[in-house]
């Protein structure tokens, strides 16, 4: 039931104006003993030429209680709606009850096609925690966008070109080792990638070898090409072992490989409109007038380069996909190469550039030694979430579970966790992680969440003889009509989180419905004796197992029945 609407459409009727205009007017008054939702008149009072206080007053006047609202009242220049409380509960709970995993969906979207980058590791090495907050933001906001009726597709720009595959090339020839490169792919290739770097310090002929491995690399020479592969091939085949614990999946895999032979043309339609300037041998956009370092487009020894690829990949993505919005989830420290890049579209005359956005997160320390201190100084993701689902199966030494359960439930438990600890925070804040913070059972934590949710499966399995029809009137208590309250701005929830690119709007709802549920739970007895109440507040832990598993879903965490 969409309150907003049936307000806006009230007075609507009653003045004569336009409903989308009203909806964006209307607000929800922070003391609800002055209503559910409000009018502020004087934002009317230049279209009518009145006082704020005289508009509301006649407006008033001329509209009548429904079931739905109850009454109207002109209080000092604002319109005050109250909610008819009952049918409010009974028209929220049955459309929870009958949707089910399909509430808080919307069509808004109208199928147009949104593209999410994210995820987009580099072949050959680790994938790191920044690629872990990419992939996480970017499965959950396609899961909002989804809900919300856009036409999503998932995009892993894969680096997988550039001149380090030059140097990777030499290093394989130099010291690589088939049979560890088989058996630890990612962990070897650093290990040879990082040998180059310090070989090439002492002998500077290397970056000239590896410069002409990534010429013949370009020019699609088999050698080259074939260990390239390799590499690739070897890195999917881990990356995707992560993909597939994390439950997430992409549409193309189209890395900057792809644009390779696309390159050209950039380079043409920039020089047409003659944005391309000669700088030390090197071609750029420049973007002083902008603020902005310059776009390199063509370095000094010819190769093309990153934002080359991603000014081609932008323009592949327009013609393939006709996207409404092009979101790239990356860390900030790339925000200034978003900039740039978008900035050369727009020169170009791409008019929708506009429509490309950098979705940018901060960085996650981890102050935790043992995790920082391998090769290369990386954390091993795999490391991360094999520690969260240890110390949760720590935590399940008195669980009533089967053997054979606790194993998968962990794993669940565990994931989620760490997908949570990322989300919960705003993503342009910095984040210390913390095991405490993250697995804390009576906190802002995923395992709380699901803690909870399990927790309301429990009793739901164990209540018996429920009436059909639940009589929902009976749901007074303070707590439980806050409940209600908030179960009813699920979709106007999402619509904020996707306005904001930000799934944290998601992961507070779920934990502000949590704890409701829960000091509902420890206050209001739902097994009585009175079975008209005993269904009543049953239907409303159902309703609330729904809509927290819906969010869970919506930030890419899958839940567990018991634990
Ligand atoms: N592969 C890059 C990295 O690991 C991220 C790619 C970001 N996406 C893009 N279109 N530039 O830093």
Known sequence: MDY??????MISKASDLEIDKIENMIE???NSELGDYALPCFKLASIYRKAPVLIAQELAGKILPDSH?????AVNGYLNFFVNKESFSASVLNEILEKKDRYGDDTVGGEQTVIIESSSPNIAKPFHIGHLCSTIIGQSLYRLYESAGYKVVRINHLGDWGTQFGKLISAYKRWGDDQAIQEEPIKELLRIYVKFHEEAEKNPELEEEARRYFKNLEDGSPEETRLWQWFKDLSLKEFNKLYNRLGVSFDSYNGESFYSDKMDEVVSLLEEKSLLKESDQAKIVDLEPYNMPPCIIVKSDGASIYA???????????????????IYVVGIPQALHFQQF???????GCEWSKDCVHVGFAHVRFPDKKLSTRSGNVIYLEDVLDESVNRIKEYMTNTKLDEDMIEPTAE??????????????????????????TLNLEGESGPYIHYTYARGLNILRKVEG???RPDFSLLKEKVEIAIIQKLSVLQETIAEAISRNEPMVIARYVIELSKLFN????????????IKLKTARAKLIEACCIVIKKCLYLLGIETVDAM
């Open 308 to 326: 080359t690829r991603d000014i081609a990949a932008a323009i592949y993505r327009k013609r393939t996909y006709d996207f409404y919005k092009n």
């Open 4 to 9: 907003r609407k049936i307000v806006s459409e």
């Open 519 to 530: 000091s509902f739970y420890n206050s209001c007895k739902v097994i009585t004796e009175e």
């Open 69 to 73: 609202i109850s009454n109207i009242q």
């Open 466 to 468: 429920l009436e059909d």
């Open 412 to 437: 669940k438990i565990g994931i989620g966790a760490v997908i949570f600890a990322f989300l919960k925070r705003s993503r342009e804040k910095e984040m210390v992680f913390s095991w405490e913070e």
């Open 342 to 348: 978008f900035k050369v579209l727009e020169l170009m």
């Open 28 to 30: 929800v008054p922070a």
